[in-house]
């Protein structure tokens, strides 16, 4: 969407103090466009790191493999919770799991989370 078509549908009296500012300062370009695109899936990254205890979850998996009995111990959270927590974080291929016995033992996909981080930067 162009600047001029975005002045266009403010208010009267909004339209003429954007049209004065532009008069005077020449800072806005009305036929540039604005790209307020923004992908899906880092859409969906955003939101899961917003929550600390997956950012938390996260920050201990990067460098090592956990149950999640020591990921709640170490966070002093419900093992359900936790549970829940790396869940949503496997559906976005954020933790890989690998089961030994009863217990499953997660990491941090470094590869996939570098690659949501690019897609950030590039958006900006």
Do not use: W
Not at 32 to 52: A, G, T, V, Y
Not at 76 to 89: E, W
Not at 102 to 110: E, P
């Amino acid at each position: 969407m162009k600047i001029k078509e975005l002045i266009e549908s403010l208010s009267e009296k909004q339209k003429r103090t954007v049209l004065r500012c532009m008069e005077r300062c020449d800072l806005i370009n009305p036929e540039e466009d604005i790209d307020i695109s923004f992908d899906k899936n880092l859409e969906q990254f955003l939101k899961l790191i917003r929550n600390p205890i997956r950012f938390q979850i996260l920050k201990m998996l990067r460098d090592r493999e956990l149950c999640v009995c020591l990921i709640s111990q170490a966070l002093n959270q419900d093992q359900t919770l936790i549970s829940h927590h790396l869940r949503a974080l496997k559906e976005l291929n954020l933790v890989t799991e690998k089961r030994e016995g009863k217990l499953k033992f997660y990491r941090a996909n470094i590869e996939e989370i570098e690659k949501y981080l690019k897609m950030l930067e590039e958006n900006f």
